[in-house]
């Protein structure tokens, strides 16, 4: 297992540095792909008239709480001194300019499995929003978690660096559903229960339970979704509107409305394929 780690490491690391050039991306298409990953959520702070992207979101965690930055083009408080590369390293590895690691609550562990080009188009796109000198706001966590050194262990540890590779034994529908769920979407990080040191329990793969911020988030196994039609799963997603006629607030409320609700129908269908040929998990 380990020497399966310093492999992958060392490939996708002769990969970024043998790419000194990258193809120009399709901005248009990295605005939908930037909806699909919800990436403005995390992004923006939950203010009235908040810049989108300016970042300020607080992402509250068991460790503390964290703020998402801006990725504006600003060159002081953005983004806007990087280049792609930099944007690769951070998706692909969870590392900032500089060398140091992310916290995971930036979600890189999913984001690791994008495909190199839609990371392009995705970058294309950030490229398209104005700059915005709003500063970032320093994370307020826990004494034991301030420092980052640490995080190159925990990447170690517990992270395996690797773009999405499709299965060709399933339908391209299937492989659609995993790639939206898995990795641009990065649904488990919120519906897969996680130990201690904040690793996901992968035995209990999006069977829910406490979410990041220690509340409860549903089982989106079989077990979690049998009472669901398809159909009512994709009106849920479109809308946020249960089967009974409530409307779903609070995180989730926020996902589909800046996520879901704006990727087409087929894309739906094929993360609705993959939830339920997930295996079914009951409540522990």
């Known amino acids: ?127 398209t929003i104005p700059p915005n000198n709003a500063p970032n706001r320093k994370h307020d966590l826990s004494v034991f978690v301030r420092w980052r050194f640490p995080l190159k262990l925990w990447k170690w540890l517990f992270f395996t660096p690797g773009v999405f590779v499709a299965d060709p034994k399933q339908t391209p529908q299937m492989n659609r559903g995993t790639y939206l769920v898995r ?37 989106l196994t079989p077990a979690g979704l049998k009472k669901w039609s398809d159909k009512d799963l994709k009106e849920f997603m479109l809308t946020g509107l249960f089967p009974d006629g409530d409307v779903v607030g609070e995180t989730m409320g926020i996902v589909i409305r800046n996520s879901t609700s704006k990727i087409v129908s087929a894309d739906l269908d094929a993360m609705i394929a993959y939830l339920r040929s997930l295996p079914r998990i009951e409540k522990e």
Request: charged share 20%.
């Open 183 to 219: 990795a641009l979407g990065h649904c488990s990080e919120c519906h897969t229960p996680r130990n201690l040191l904040g690793v996901p329990i992968q035995s209990r793969y999006m069977a829910g339970g406490k979410g990041p911020d220690g509340k409860k988030v549903p089982n």
């Open 1 to 127: 297992m380990l020497i399966t780690r310093i492999i992958a490491v060392v490939i996708t690391l002769l990969w970024v540095l043998a790419s000194s050039t990258w193809a120009k991306g399709d901005a248009k298409r990295g605005e939908y792909l930037a909806a699909a990953a919800n990436c403005v959520s995390c992004h923006t702070a939950e203010t009235k008239g908040a810049v989108p992207y300016a970042g300020g979101h607080a992402i509250k965690s068991l460790f503390g709480t964290f703020y998402g930055p801006n990725i504006t083009r600003h060159k002081k408080h953005g983004i806007g001194k990087w280049n792609e590369s930099d944007f690769f390293r951070a998706m692909r590895f969870g590392t900032r300019p500089d060398g140091a690691s992310y916290y995971p609550a930036f979600p890189y562990p999913s984001y690791t499995m994008v495909t190199d080009s839609d990371l392009t188009d995705l970058w294309a796109y950030l490229q």
